[in-house]
Every structure is written in C-alpha cells, then in structure tokens.
C-alpha cells in the first residue's frame, strides 16, 4: 500500500480558484496514473479527472471539462489539480488516488491506494 497524501483544499468563494497536491509520502508516482475522485456530502464518490504516469495525457469529468487541470511536477511524483471557477457544486472531499497501470480509468474500484482526502468548500 502506497500512502497518499493530498494538500491544497480549504474554504473559497464561487468563482475562486485552489489547487490540490498529490504526493507518495517517499514512494515515487511517476509509474502510476493517478485520478481525482472527490465525494460531495450525502452523496457517493465521484470521477474528476485522471492523469497519466508521464502526465501527457488527461481525462475529465463533463462537469469539471474546461475549469479543472491535472498534471504533474517535472519528476512525476508530485501530482496536481488545478480548480479554477469553482462553484458550491464542486463542494466536497477531493481524494487522489493509484493504479499501476498504463491504462486511465473513471473507476473507483480499478485504483489500487488511496489518499485520506482534503476538504474543499465553495461559498457562494
């Protein structure tokens, strides 16, 4: 098991911007796709956006296509996402998590560690 460990939420106004880290507390990332998962309160956790083990490719959720950018650092081991005009929907635990796998993948099940979430809250 590879401990992640998320950094960046917080409390923001709607149209505000924050950015959420990923890293492998010592293990390195930079083989692994790493995916966004966040879950909004009373409801089930849900795909971001993935971003593949050398960060040339990204894949979104339609609901976050065009305001939220994944990427990497330039060894590969840290991983971000950039959320700009954010709305009170994107409220939620954002979560990163680890497949060893080239393939990118929406599905929960499919990634392998996970991190222990940070909270991101947007007031209107």
């Known amino acids: 098991q590879i401990p992640l460990i998320e950094s960046g939420g917080g409390l923001v106004q709607a149209g505000g911007s924050l950015r959420l880290s990923c890293s492998g507390s010592?293990?390195?990332?930079?083989?692994?796709?790493v995916g966004w998962f966040r879950q909004p309160p009373g409801k089930e956790r849900e795909f971001v956006a993935s971003?593949?083990?050398?960060?040339?490719?990204?894949n979104y959720a339609d609901s976050v296509k065009g305001r939220f950018t994944g990427s990497r650092d330039s060894t590969g081991n840290t991983v971000y996402l950039q959320m700009d005009n954010l709305t009170p929907e994107d409220t939620a635990v954002y979560y990163c998590?680890?497949?060893?796998?080239?393939?990118?993948?929406?599905?929960?099940?499919?990634?392998?560690?996970w991190g222990q979430g940070t909270q991101v809250t947007v007031s209107s």
């Open positions: 998590a680890a497949r060893a796998s080239s393939f990118m993948s929406s599905v929960a099940s499919e990634y392998d560690h």
């Open positions: 010592g293990r390195i990332l930079n083989v692994f796709v």
């Open positions: 971003v593949s083990w050398n960060g040339g490719r990204t």
